[in-house]
């Protein structure tokens, strides 16, 4: 994707595409299916440019939540998905509307072109866009089988028809390799490297440099190029992204859509007031998220936590419902016990104050985000903030995990999930087994998030047991 500088592709003009004929350009968004190989030039307003880029961002997330929930796919597989590009993206794959069709799609390849942008910057960010687009494509061409041959004639894909003698002479062998296709499928020849993901399942014929591959499987092959042309775009734009510096208000925008995610409107249902210092040690056994009971374990052995730190847990705190005024005894009752007041005083109450909004700009500062976590400053030596199933090393991990009485079993399928660099996941995971609930039926975006949650099954669980023993 080209990266334009220029300030006045992004306005703050509002631009009325839907509702002006004269402006539809269809052959622009020709297709429902694209592989988003061209830049796109037209203008739109910074707030469009937003809705957009969040939009899309919750179907790449529920596409990643479908892939670990329900890894052979199936019907609950492309439900998910399905509500959430309707709901997002108004993805309809029977609109016949052309002006309603051209809405869809110009949605779809701006959305795209927007977080290209944003998930361009690390490789961490590159690798998870790559893999929730090629997620998100693969269930468009699935419900979409229609668009499989436009698309290829648009994207030129070179695949050449095998003729019948060619078919007859290896025919044995094309059905040891595509047991599901009958001999009367067409069969394409396609560069070797163009089918590597066959190849490697061995559902194909390998002969002379070339695969041999069923017209069922010319699927597999567009979702492989589409990945492979879209990791290389990536790469150009991450290269090319130093040329937005000038427009001081798309990076900063670019970087908070990484970070943030979709994370960032989770809102809290806690009071301030209803969580005391002495509530914490009950608390985060019960009901922190690991990330945040490690912050916890790491204040009680050192009492003291660096800033990034302070900043994480602290919000977390204010967000769980501690006031201003225990959250300055909270932190002064452990600090104190490795320097005098004085130095808490002068040091650390104003940091604690600015974020409550009392001090400097008076911004009410909102707890951190599992992506903002994920993604934010990594920790260094000493630090007790970040992720643990990001920043953690393995080891480190199970290690933890053990120490709060997590199965060996249990670990072991939360590992798989951070191999797979699916964080939020894996915390998931943890929250399923230590509150007993089934699998599969939890997701996180947020720290709070998960307390709140966790908050309503423990008291349930109590009233349960008071329930049981009042009658018996």
């Known amino acids: 994707m080209q990266v334009v500088s220029r300030r006045r592709h992004v306005t703050h003009r509002s631009r009325k595409w839907a509702d002006d004929d004269k402006q539809r350009d269809h052959a622009r968004y020709a297709s429902s299916l694209s592989f988003y190989t061209q830049s796109p030039s037209e203008d739109i307003s910074l707030e469009e440019f937003e809705d957009l880029a969040v939009a899309r961002l919750h179907v ?60 361009c910057r690390t490789e961490d960010l590159r690798r998870w866009f790559l893999q ?63 089918a590597l993901d066959l190849v490697r399942n061995r559902s194909a014929l390998v002969r002379g440099g070339n695969v041999f591959v069923a017209q069922g499987q010319l699927s597999t092959i567009v979702v492989g190029s589409f990945r492979s042309i879209l990791s290389k775009s990536l790469m150009r734009t991450s290269k090319a992204l130093p040329t937005l510096e000038e427009d001081d208000r798309l990076l900063p925008m670019l970087k908070l859509l990484s970070e943030q995610n979709i994370g960032n409107e989770f ?57 201003l005024e225990d959250a300055l005894a909270f932190w002064k009752t452990e600090f104190t016990k490795g320097m005098s007041f004085e130095k808490f005083d002068k040091s650390y109450a104003y940091n604690i104050r600015h974020n409550y909004g009392k001090e400097g700009k008076r911004a009410n500062y909102t707890p951190y985000s599992c992506m903002r976590i994920i993604m934010g400053n990594p920790p260094g030596v000493g630090d007790a903030h970040g992720c643990p199933f990001k920043h953690y090393s393995e080891q480190n991990l199970k290690t933890r995990l053990l120490s709060y009485k997590v199965q060996p079993n249990d670990i072991r399928d939360i590992t798989d999930l951070v191999a797979g660099h699916h964080y939020q996941l894996a915390c998931a995971k943890y929250f399923e087994i230590t509150h007993n609930v089934t699998e599969g039926t939890k997701s996180f975006a947020h720290p709070n998030e998960y307390f709140e949650e966790s908050r309503l099954i423990r008291c349930e669980n109590n009233a349960s047991s008071t329930t049981t023993t009042s009658t018996s």
Not at 294 to 319: D, M, N, V
């Open 60 to 119: 790449l997330k529920a596409c990643e939540t479908a892939r670990v929930r329900y890894p052979k796919g199936g019907p609950d597989f492309d439900k998910l998905i399905s509500k959430a590009a309707k709901e997002h993206l108004k993805w309809d794959a029977g609109q016949n509307n052309a002006d309603v069709l051209y809405d869809i799609r110009r949605r779809d390849y701006l959305s795209h072109c927007i977080l290209r942008l944003a998930y």
């Open 132 to 194: 929730q687009e090629k997620e998100l494509f693969q269930w468009k061409l699935s419900s979409s089988k229609h668009l499989l041959q436009p698309l290829i004639d648009a994207q030129n894909l070179k695949f050449e028809k095998v003729d019948e003698r060619e078919k007859t002479f290896y025919q044995v062998e094309l059905a040891n390799v595509a047991q599901k296709y009958t001999d009367t499928t067409d069969y394409y020849k396609i560069p070797f490297e163009q």
């Open 267 to 323: 809102k809290s249902k806690s009071k301030i007031g209803e969580v005391t210092p002495a509530d914490i040690p009950q608390l985060s056994v019960e009901s922190f998220p690991l990330c945040m009971r490690e912050s916890q374990r790491a204040l009680k052995e050192t009492h003291h936590l660096k800033h990034w730190g302070r900043q994480q847990y602290g919000l977390f705190l204010k967000g769980i419902g501690m006031s």
